[in-house]
């Protein structure tokens, strides 16, 4: 049993996911005819799933409500057929769809299994836990090892919760800082994603307006926005809420925090007080081998983790330091499973693979080989192709392709 490669392309949206196909197990090819772009319900758009999977969206459509729920899992959000609905199985870098075609996922599953899907020792190790308990009437002891080997991994910071999802954790972080400061505002990007958390989702449909009311959106990589926002209103943001690279969806390339940018963040926090929140839920462990801040210079208040923490078991964490312990200490924040003592085991084990194998060195050269492999394969064919983003956390799109269509055509392509 082999662990796939610790790489992992950026999925903006599934509309940029590459999943490329290794065999075509019994599935009518289509007739290679395909416009560009097809809307969910042309019913000449060529089926991409097999007969089982097409089984399933019908049953998938009469027991879940579809689009919202499951945006970033739904084949449908990129674009109906333009990707198979359902992977069965994984291993490795391997994922099979529920008709049995063998994929390799370049996505990583959006992020979490950075080490490759069923890593042995990851597994083992959240088995060996599984057989002595997981979620106990009191706390596990895997949850302080857990806890502690964070604090181990990164520098800057001086306690760590567990917790389950990057929302748990941007979401905590921004009452952490409410609490710590007493103020009530809080300051985003505009082309950010901080999870599906009522103030920070991209979708406010069911949320109440006066809720968005202490948040305010800035542009992205704009000093000079931040240099001038009201001194009035500075004096009420809790806290600046970023991640190191905006995530404008789409095929649209994404840029890192400039160190202008940086610099006008740490003006910001001199001149305000404000807190600063690092949410590394996607770019952790990608960045930089300790955390993105180191690449970034700069020394966040919190840190936000999620995704490739647990390489596909669901484990997040908030880091903070001792200035804002208090505001922690103040909260009621308890969820039945973020004491899994299962999830902490696999959280300890990734951190351990993760360094000892020195996988961001890995995924520094295999970013680098598929990037120069596709832009040559790209130019070969006349096509207009390309990549942004550090080669760690690579995102590729098209150049001149705004609604996608391009994009969404070669993932078809490369899916079929
Ligand atoms: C930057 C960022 N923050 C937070 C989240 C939310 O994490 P989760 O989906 O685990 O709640 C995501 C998820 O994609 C993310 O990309």
Known sequence: MTAGPAFALAAPSLSALLLSSEAAGGIAPTDGKIPGHWSPTDPNRPPIDGPKGQELWRRADKVMPSYAMFLTRSARYAGY???????????????????????????????????GYRHPEIEAAARTQSESGDLMPMFSPAMIDFCERLLQWT?????????????DATELATRVARAATGRPHILMFENSYHGSNREQSLLFEGTPKDALEHLSRLPWNDAAALDNYKASSGERVAAILMSPLDQPGGNY????????????????????????????????????????????GLQPDMLCLGKALGNGHAIAALMGTEAVRGGAERLLYASTYIYSAVSCRA??????????????????????????????????????????????????????????????????????
């Not at 990707?83 to 063998?102: H, I, N, T, Y």
């Not at 925090?257 to 462990?285: M, Q």
């Not at 080669?391 to 590729?396: E, G, I, K, L, R």
């Open 253 to 296: 390339p994404t840029h890192t925090a400039s160190p202008e940018f940086v610099a006008a963040i740490n003006r910001f926090r001199k001149r305000t007080g404000a807190l600063v929140i690092l949410d590394d839920v996607r770019a952790g462990f990608r960045l930089h081998p300790k955390g993105s801040h180191m690449a970034m």
């Open 81 to 115: 057929n333009v990707l198979p609905g359902f992977m069965a199985e994984a291993q490795g870098c391997r994922v099979k769809d529920a008709d049995g075609r063998s994929y390799i996922d370049y996505t990583a599953s959006a992020g979490p299994n950075l080490l």
């Open 347 to 416: 959280g300890i084990a990734t951190i351990d693979v993760y360094e000892r194998d020195n996988a961001y060195a890995s995924m520094q050269r295999a970013g680098e080989r598929l990037m120069a492999g596709v832009k040559k394969a790209a130019a070969q064919y006349d096509q207009n192709m390309n990549f942004s983003g550090p080669a760690t956390h690579p995102t590729m799109f098209y150049n001149n392709d705004p609604d996608s269509a391009l994009m969404e055509r070669f993932s078809n392509e490369a899916a079929k």
């Open 155 to 167: 520098d800057g910071f001086d306690w760590a919760l567990p917790l389950k999802r990057g929302s």
